[in-house]
Structures are given as C-alpha cells and as structure tokens.
C-alpha cells in the first residue's frame, strides 16, 4: 500500500516512515500542500495522512480541492488543532479519521488497517499459487519468499483486479489506476499490462468482456 503523508515537521515525517515502512507500507513525504499535490498527480495513493497547518496550500485546503475533483482515497488528519470548529470543517472537507498530536504510532496503524479495511483495500497477504503470494502493504509479489521485482504498473494492475474479483474491471478504472493525469497510454500498453498479469494468475483467469472490460474468475 502506498501512502502519502503531509507533513512539514521534518523529523515527525521521517519517524512516520519510519514506522510504516516496518509495517510493510510505501510512504511518500511532502512538506507543502503544493508538493503533494505534485505527487498526487504522478502516483496513485491507498491512503492519504495530512496535516492541517502546512505551507503554501494547507491541509484542509488541499482534502476540499482533491474531493472536488472527484478524489475519494482514505483520509487521515494528523493535526494539532483541538479546537471543535477546525475538527468540523476537517470531516465536512471530506476526512474519514483524525489523530491529535503527539500521535501513538500504535493506534495510528490500526487506524490505518481499519481505514483501509472499510474501503475494501486487502492488507493482509494474497496466496496466489504455491510459494506465490501478494504482499499489499508493501505492493510486491513475492515466489518463494524472494521479490520477483514486478514493474509498478503491472502491481497496480494485479492488485486492481484483486479488489474487484469475479467484478467488472473497465478500461477507464484501469486507466485511472496505472496512470496519472500527466501521462499518455495507448490501448496497446493497456493489453501489455493484461497479459503480463494474466501470467501471474495461477488459480483464477482474467476473462475479457467485449466493449465492456475485464473480469477475474475462478
């Protein structure tokens, strides 16, 4: 899983990382509202942590633009604000969970997993085939316990259709998915992709629904 984490207190992002990253979970850091909007257009996020009081776009700011534009991803305030009415336009920008400062890094996980949990994103580890697993958290597919060291787009893709098995995949979601609003694609790398993690499936297969998209089946 990879999550984007607001946060202009150098030292408090990097302990954030830190943590998540032993957790099994991928951690991008900007420290201004306008760099994680950068990021945000080049990479796809499972979970957003932002704080409020940020340089050049804040917090809240930035949640109300990414939810006006049709944004959905799981959101987490981590926020030194107590006060009722900032907490308030936090949720009404469209947060899922908020977490004071200084943050306990134990129920900062948990409320990640169940945040994740209820939007219908796996955490846990995916038995593909023999020896064959999907690890979410850290999105690498791993044979016999060694990463096969997959290309970005083609996980993204696999773990698409795990989300949404024996359900319709369409191109536009897979677009969406593998590539951000700054890049091209071609109905020809979308086959490419296909193929490559149909290859991956051992027990189910990616079936194609003509004019419509695809489908993972047992």
Do not use: C
Request: charged fraction near 35%.
């Amino acid at each position: 899983m990879r999550i984007l984490l607001l946060e202009d207190d150098e030292l408090f992002a990097q302990t954030i990382e830190d943590f998540l990253d032993d957790e099994g979970f991928i951690v991008d850091i900007a420290n201004d509202g306008e760099k994680a909007l950068e990021l945000n257009y080049k990479k796809n996020y499972d979970l957003y942590l932002l704080d409020i009081n940020v340089p050049k776009i804040n917090g809240l700011e930035l949640l109300k633009d990414l939810r006006e534009s049709g944004d959905n991803t799981p959101t987490i305030f981590l926020t030194s604000y107590k006060d009722k009415e900032t907490l308030e336009q936090g949720f009404l920008n469209g947060a899922d969970d908020y977490l004071k400062k200084p943050i306990d890094l134990d129920e900062l996980i948990l409320r990640i997993k169940s945040l994740l949990k209820r939007a219908g994103k796996q955490t846990e580890t995916i038995v593909l085939g023999e020896n064959l697993v999907f690890n979410p958290s850290d999105k690498r597919v791993y044979k016999d316990e060694v990463d096969m060291k997959l290309p970005t787009k083609v996980v993204d893709l696999l773990e698409l259709f795990l989300e949404n098995k024996d359900k319709i995949v369409t191109k536009d979601m897979i677009v969406d998915k593998l590539w951000s609003t700054q890049e091209d694609y071609s109905e020809g790398s979308i086959r490419v992709y296909i193929n490559h993690v149909k290859k991956i499936f051992v027990n189910e297969k990616i079936i194609n629904i003509k004019g419509i998209g695809y489908k993972l089946e047992q």
